[in-house]
């Protein structure tokens, strides 16, 4: 049976983090994989969390099965806090998923169940799994242009033309900010022109949002995504915990289904509780319960967002010092973008022979299409980043 397996292509990211642990150099830097690490190249756990898991160890007397779609408390606290008031509680069926990945994992599937003909428009690049997930589901897709290689920021002339071709009932994967792996964010005006052409096409928005608060605050970073839920009848929104709770192995996440009209909501939320029994029965609860104890208590929650928004201060002051590094070795504002960006990436605009030089010469490890962790960075690496960059005659 299984002689019949194709060997599957080693995951770029994974393969890279292999040769930086075989890479004997000192001083190494790794601007690898996509997690946060602190200054001195921790991953921490974040204090309410420590905090919350004591109380559910003392409070917890069963690990009996939770609901099938996930504890309804968590569901409430988390699309509160990402959604806001821009929640229609009468239209949003709602499941909690396997990480930011089973949302979207299971947005794809409920889609494609109200739509056989599903094709989905992702952006030109975008996150890698997206793209295998995609394919290995078989959905057909589009890539939108995004990325404009000269200015390193959003090529939104082309992004608009290419969604405006997306038909009634097709899917546009939008990143909800901190765009994976650009770093190059649309404006709230520009949701708002991209909401208008959804309008007129018919086509749904499926919003990824991955990043909350690691880009210019809680709030302001689900902006364009409530505004999409506001102005459209179908949206469907995959939230993740990973990032800004710091919780990646506990796979917390969630997804939004809005219907068009409240009579379709009982039809959503039971194809939502079908997929999760074809998949998996019932979602992982622990880092669910671990957010919504956060969540709902103010004192914690408080603590959160306090720890959340050191974690986004600290990234944008490194992408403040290496601007400022490479203005002054460059005497050129070319690298400016850097500030500009958003979220924990950012794409250099690096060739393959660049990325592939900064690593010989210095053990500067990034993603071979010139992405790099700004968080992998901290206040003595930035600088021997910058010279790096440089003469690699980026
Ligand atoms: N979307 C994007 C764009 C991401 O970068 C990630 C994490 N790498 C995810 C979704 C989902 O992450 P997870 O499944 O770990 O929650």
């Known amino acids: 049976m299984f002689g019949n397996l194709q060997p599957q292509?080693?995951?770029?990211?994974?393969?890279?983090?292999?040769?930086?642990?075989?890479?004997?150099?000192?001083?190494?830097?790794?601007?690898?994989?996509?997690?946060y690490k602190d200054p001195t190249g921790l991953t921490p756990v974040m204090r309410a969390v420590k905090e919350a898991e004591r109380r559910i160890w003392e409070a917890e007397t069963t690990k009996a099965y939770t609901a099938l779609t996930g504890e309804p408390a968590y569901l409430q606290a988390l699309s509160s806090m990402v959604l806001a008031d821009a929640r229609d509680d009468a239209r949003t069926a709602m499941l909690s998923t396997v990480g930011g990945t089973g949302a979207i994992r299971q947005a794809l599937e409920m889609a494609r169940m109200g739509n056989p003909d599903l094709t989905v428009h992702v952006s030109d690049p975008t996150w890698p799994n997206h793209l295998s997930i995609l394919k290995f589901v078989g959905i057909p897709f589009f890539e939108y242009r995004y990325f404009d290689a000269e200015t390193r920021g959003v090529d939104f002339e082309g992004m608009k033309a290419d969604i405006a071709r997306a038909k009634k009932g097709?899917?546009?994967?939008?990143?909800?900010?901190?765009?994976?792996?650009?770093?190059?964010?649309?404006?709230?005006?520009?949701?708002?022109?991209?909401?208008?052409?959804?309008?007129?096409?018919?086509?749904?928005?499926l919003v990824d949002l991955a990043y909350q608060g690691f880009g210019d605050g809680l709030e302001e970073d689900a902006a364009g995504t409530r505004l999409v839920l506001r102005s459209r009848p179908d949206a469907l929104v995959a939230a993740s915990c990973s990032k800004n709770f710091g919780i990646y192995r506990e796979r917390t996440g969630l997804l939004m289904v809005q219907v068009a009209d409240a009579a379709q909501k009982d039809l959503a939320q039971g194809a939502l509780a079908f997929l999760g029994r074809q998949n998996y029965s019932f979602p992982p609860d622990h880092g669910a319960r671990i957010v919504q104890t956060i969540l709902d208590d103010e004192g914690l929650a408080a603590d959160w967002k306090a720890e959340l928004e050191e974690v986004r201060l600290g990234m944008l002051s490194l992408r403040q010092q290496l601007a400022e590094e490479l203005r002054n070795l460059t005497g050129s504002d070319r690298f400016d973008f850097i500030e500009r960006h958003r979220g924990m990436f950012s794409r250099l605009g690096a060739t393959p022979q660049q990325v592939q030089k900064i690593k010989e010469d210095n053990a500067i490890y990034m993603v071979g299409d010139s992405r790099l962790n700004i968080a992998g960075l901290n206040r003595d690496s930035v600088p021997i980043l910058a010279r790096a960059i440089v003469e690699a005659g980026v």
Do not use: S, Y
């Open 170 to 205: 097709d899917l546009v994967l939008l990143h909800g900010c901190c765009h994976n792996p650009t770093g190059a964010n649309l404006t709230l005006e520009q949701w708002a022109e991209i909401v208008a052409i959804l309008d007129k096409t018919g086509a749904v928005p």
């Open 9 to 35: 292509a080693p995951d770029k990211i994974l393969a890279l983090m292999g040769e930086f642990r075989a890479d004997t150099r000192q001083g190494k830097i790794d601007l690898g994989v996509g997690v």
